[in-house]
């Protein structure tokens, strides 16, 4: 027998504990980094099957603030499958599914709270539920804070409520997760009117129904139901991508703004001139004045709700848990004087330890910018540094800036690549541990080998034919690059590795790879990063601007044709270990939000391997296949 399974949202509630957020917006319509979380739960139950016509029939009930939900439903694409069943009192979870039964009758179906966000998956639940002929399958996971639905040995529903006790070792307590799948013949245990689903569980159970559980431990999950479990649920969502701040793209007021921790700036917002923000959600509407010191909040157009800056981060024993790289290094913020310092803590087998103590040195004698160095503890491989806050020249970039912002702020990075280039190459000798540390023909070698086991075999599956006369042009690349003047360079100088500390000065971290290599392979880092494109137009400006730099500080070393020359050789090699180290970081260390950074990444060595084709055209087949 087919079963015809359609599905309902929960999106008439109040959100009481969320005022008075909820006085201007409901629940479900919340934003999500720019995204309404009922949106997304809409695209989750359409991607799950509507290649049946299962699903494609969403109910969703409307009572608080339902003239802004229906003006959603209507303005979106999803409007030809969605049916609306207002409520002219609040129904309850059981009476809003009794008010649907004409609608949800026909046969089994899913039900999902509206205040949820939840990677949960479908497709197992449903076909669970279809295996095991329950009549309800509750999606269950072990949160102590929702903890308070008994189940027994085989998942089967016992009783609901922190007033429900049971002494018996065959039963344990789980939450539910607010998604669930019923068969039509569950409507039958609900009364007309207002009324619990919980009432109906118990009922249900009670008269001989198979009401079971479907455990998704590991799921992300998040409720929203609070100011603090709201702007908690933005954070994580932040994590999960990878990124610390999101700027609507219509944002003003970034210029003369400083930001730290995590931020989240909505739609028609304005941040007032020389405001300072911290871990800061601004809800639609809102505004900051002039001069604004604002930290730990969510903010509305007329309201500011204090949010615990425990919310924002993840606190450990060590400290507060920073940073969102690659790296298998953890940093903590830990108290330090009256403020705060960060603790590097290496693996005991990190050989990077000790070059990154000896470059610390060695980089601040000699002008570049780096991290104050506080104190060292080999035996234990960790180390104390000064705190350069948590904003990025990649999250600086996040918050819409001009062409003449960005220019004048990428010449302060460019200033930093003279100085390591030109004065501190100068003086290598003085640090023997970089001065050894030279990027050679072999390692260039490895790099395009990365390129092809991490990204092309790996990530893409793809087998490389003639690997022959692919490897005989990666030798004659690495020749050709290992040809240029070396001097000393930062080997990963991207946006994510330069933090803008307060005033927006450019400060650079993660050097501990610095090598001896043409200057080109920074450049081609920094203005040709898939992490934060730029204009052509500016980018060319930089380049000239790096070049008149060089030409007037670096002494008869600096070629101008020479290193001309070298940059697209050097924006090859960046490119492929770039994209290893996609499919490494999402494949084996499973950091999957680097994968957004792959089509960039693509165009950009799509785009080199172009201008080379002559000399390269088997790199060249082989980069058109992907």
Same mark, same amino acid.
């Given at each position: 027998?087919?079963?015809?399974?359609?599905?309902?949202?929960?999106?008439?509630?109040?959100?009481?504990?969320?005022?008075?957020?909820?006085? &201007?917006?409901?629940?479900?319509?919340?934003?999500?980094?720019?995204?309404?979380?009922?949106?997304?739960?809409?695209?989750?139950? $359409?991607?799950?099957?509507?290649?049946?016509?299962?699903?494609?029939?969403?109910?969703?009930?409307?009572?608080?603030?339902?003239?802004?939900?229906?003006?959603?439903?209507?303005?979106?694409?999803?409007?030809? #499958?969605?049916?609306?069943?207002?409520?002219?009192?609040?129904?309850?979870?059981?009476?809003?599914?009794?008010?649907?039964?004409?609608?949800?009758?026909?046969?089994?179906?899913?039900?999902?709270?509206? *205040?949820?966000?939840?990677?949960?998956?479908?497709?197992?639940?449903?076909?669970?539920?279809?295996?095991?002929?329950?009549?309800?399958?509750?999606?269950?996971?072990?949160?102590?804070?929702?903890?308070?639905?008994?189940?027994?040995?085989?998942?089967?529903?016992?009783?609901?409520?922190?007033?429900?006790?049971?002494?018996?070792?065959?039963?344990?307590?789980?939450?539910?997760?607010?998604?669930?799948?019923?068969?039509?013949?569950?409507?039958?245990?609900?009364?007309?009117?207002?009324?619990?689903?919980?009432?109906?569980?118990?009922?249900?159970?009670?008269?001989?129904?198979? =009401?079971?559980?479907?455990?998704?431990?590991?799921?992300?999950?998040?409720?929203?139901?609070?100011?603090?479990?709201?702007?908690?649920?933005?954070?994580?969502?932040?994590?999960?991508?990878?990124?610390?701040?999101?700027?609507?793209?219509?944002?003003?007021? @970034?210029?003369?703004?400083?930001?730290?921790?995590?931020?989240? =700036?909505?739609?028609?917002?304005?941040?007032?001139?020389?405001?300072? $923000?911290?871990?800061?959600?601004?809800?639609?509407?809102?505004?900051?004045?002039?001069?604004?010191?604002?930290?730990?909040?969510?903010?509305?157009?007329?309201?500011?709700?204090? =949010?615990?800056?425990?919310?924002?981060?993840?606190?450990?024993?060590?400290?507060?848990?920073?940073?969102?790289?690659?790296?298998?290094?953890?940093? &903590?913020?830990?108290?330090?004087?009256?403020?705060?310092?960060?603790?590097?803590?290496?693996?005991?087998?990190?050989?990077?330890?000790?070059?990154?103590?000896?470059?610390?040195?060695?980089?601040?004698?000699?002008?570049?910018? =780096?991290? #104050?160095?506080?104190?060292?503890?080999?035996?234990?491989?960790?180390?104390?540094?000064?705190?350069?806050?948590?904003?990025?020249?990649?999250?600086?970039?996040? @918050?819409?800036?001009?062409?003449?912002?960005?220019?004048?702020?990428?010449?302060?990075?460019? *200033?930093?690549?003279?100085? $390591?280039?030109?004065?501190?190459?100068?003086?290598?000798?003085? @640090?023997?541990?970089?001065?050894?540390?030279?990027?050679?023909?072999?390692?260039?070698?490895?790099?395009?080998?990365?390129?092809?086991?991490?990204?092309?075999?790996?990530?893409?599956?793809?087998?490389?034919?003639?690997?022959?006369?692919?490897?005989?042009?990666?030798?004659?690349?690495?020749?050709?690059?290992?040809?240029?003047?070396?001097?000393?360079?930062?080997?990963?100088?991207?946006?994510?590795?330069?933090?803008?500390?307060?005033?927006?000065?450019?400060?650079?971290?993660?050097?501990?790879?610095?090598?001896?290599?043409?200057?080109?392979?920074?450049?081609?880092?920094?203005?040709? *990063?898939?992490?934060?494109?730029?204009?052509?137009?500016?980018?060319?400006?930089?380049?000239?601007?790096?070049?008149?730099?060089?030409?007037?500080?670096?002494?008869?070393?600096?070629?101008?044709?020479?290193?001309?020359?070298?940059?697209?050789?050097?924006?090859?090699?960046?490119?492929?270990?770039?994209?290893?180290? &996609?499919?490494?970081?999402?494949?084996?260390?499973?950091?999957?939000?680097?994968?957004?950074?792959?089509?960039? @990444?693509?165009?950009?060595?799509?785009?080199?391997?172009? $201008?080379?084709?002559?000399?390269?055209?088997?790199?060249?087949?082989?980069?058109?296949?992907?």
């Amino acid at each position: 027998m087919i079963r015809i399974l359609r599905s309902f949202i929960l999106a008439a509630g109040y959100g009481e504990r969320l005022q008075p957020i909820t006085n &201007y917006i409901p629940k479900p319509l919340l934003p999500i980094l720019g995204k309404p979380l009922l949106e997304s739960i809409v695209e989750k139950i $359409l991607a799950f099957s509507c290649d049946t016509t299962r699903l494609c029939s969403i109910g969703i009930n409307l009572r608080h603030k339902k003239e802004m939900l229906e003006e959603w439903v209507n303005g979106s694409p999803f409007r030809d #499958v969605i049916t609306l069943f207002p409520e002219e009192q609040i129904l309850g979870t059981g009476g809003a599914l009794k008010n649907a039964e004409c609608f949800l009758s026909e046969g089994d179906f899913i039900v999902h709270n509206g *205040d949820i966000i939840s990677d949960l998956n479908l497709a197992g639940l449903v076909e669970y539920h279809f295996k095991s002929n329950n009549l309800v399958t509750l999606a269950v996971h072990d949160h102590p804070q929702f903890r308070n639905v008994a189940i027994d040995d085989n998942g089967f529903l016992r009783g609901v409520g922190k007033a429900y006790l049971t002494d018996n070792p065959a039963e344990r307590k789980v939450a539910f997760t607010g998604i669930a799948v019923y068969s039509a013949a569950f409507l039958k245990f609900l009364p007309p009117g207002a009324s619990s689903v919980v009432d109906a569980w118990i009922e249900a159970a009670g008269s001989g129904y198979r =009401v079971g559980t479907f455990d998704v431990a590991g799921c992300s999950w998040s409720d929203i139901g609070s100011p603090a479990s709201y702007a908690s649920a933005l954070a994580r969502e932040l994590k999960k991508q990878g990124e610390t701040v999101h700027f609507a793209s219509a944002t003003s007021g @970034c210029s003369s703004a400083e930001f730290d921790g995590t931020i989240v =700036v909505e739609r028609d917002c304005t941040i007032g001139n020389e405001s300072s $923000l911290k871990n800061c959600i601004l809800l639609p509407g809102s505004r900051t004045g002039k001069g604004s010191v604002i930290n730990n909040c969510i903010m509305g157009p007329d309201y500011i709700i204090p =949010v615990a800056e425990s919310v924002f981060v993840t606190a450990t024993y060590r400290g507060m848990l920073v940073g969102t790289g690659g790296s298998d290094r953890k940093y &903590y913020r830990v108290p330090h004087l009256e403020g705060t310092a960060i603790m590097m803590e290496c693996s005991p087998d990190d050989p990077d330890f000790s070059r990154h103590i000896a470059y610390t040195r060695f980089f601040a004698k000699y002008g570049i910018p =780096v991290p #104050v160095l506080i104190s060292a503890y080999p035996e234990a491989r960790s180390a104390l540094f000064e705190d350069l806050g948590d904003f990025s020249l990649y999250a600086w970039l996040k @918050c819409p800036r001009s062409n003449e912002e960005i220019e004048t702020i990428y010449r302060h990075v460019l *200033d930093i690549l003279v100085r $390591l280039h030109c004065e501190a190459s100068e003086h290598v000798s003085e @640090c023997p541990m970089l001065a050894k540390r030279i990027f050679d023909y072999a390692y260039l070698r490895w790099e395009t080998q990365y390129f092809s086991d991490r990204f092309v075999k790996g990530l893409r599956q793809l087998s490389i034919d003639g690997a022959g006369p692919l490897e005989d042009e990666f030798h004659r690349l690495a020749l050709k690059v290992d040809t240029y003047p070396k001097r000393i360079i930062h080997r990963d100088f991207q946006s994510q590795n330069i933090m803008m500390a307060k005033g927006a000065v450019p400060r650079v971290i993660d050097y501990q790879g610095a090598r001896m290599a043409p200057p080109a392979y920074d450049i081609a880092s920094v203005l040709f *990063d898939p992490y934060a494109p730029l204009e052509e137009g500016v980018r060319q400006s930089l380049i000239a601007y790096y070049v008149g730099e060089m030409r007037s500080g670096a002494g008869d070393w600096f070629v101008e044709r020479e290193f001309t020359a070298s940059l697209p050789y050097c924006r090859l090699q960046r490119h492929m270990q770039a994209l290893g180290a &996609y499919g490494f970081l999402s494949e084996v260390k499973g950091k999957i939000y680097f994968l957004k950074h792959v089509p960039e @990444c693509l165009r950009l060595l799509k785009e080199e391997v172009s $201008l080379a084709r002559d000399e390269f055209p088997v790199l060249y087949d082989l980069i058109a296949r992907l």
